[in-house]
């Protein structure tokens, strides 16, 4: 079990079934932060649907975090990727960023993963954003260069080419463990 990145903060659960209408909107207030971003027309344009949230509570890949009000602070969404555990998607509500939610989210995520068999986790991120690719590797993960990236990651990438973001500041990045 991961250890919480701040004293008090609450343990990630996996959400009830009721509690996924809420997560949208985690995104989408996420989103706002990067209003005047070369990304954010993407991230207000594409957001994850109920089905998909669904789909990673089956099969126990989508964790909540708690916030002190009761509500739900952020969630992590994740799957797999050519045999690596894939982080799809973490937000935290802005109103409840700064206070560790973020970190316990991933550390969790990656103690599950490594309980489940995964010797890596892998994802995408932007690279000018602090609360991005500095995160990210202030965890221990490392940017993958292009040329190691397997079928999985240069689909993926190509997706996300395909929505319209600013490769340029898109990066691959993994943990491996």
Known sequence: M???ARSGSPEPRLPRAGELGVLPGIEQRAGQLLKGHEAYPVFAGHGLDLPALQDGLERRQLWVVDAADGGIAGYLLAGELAGEFHILQMDVDPAHARRGHGRALLRHALAQARAGGYRSAVLTTLSDVPWNAAFYASE???????????????AVMAEEAALGFPMHLRVVMRQIW
């Open 2 to 4: 991961a250890g919480n």
């Open 140 to 154: 221990g993960f490392v940017t993958v260069p292009e040329e190691k990236w397997g079928a999985g990651l240069q």
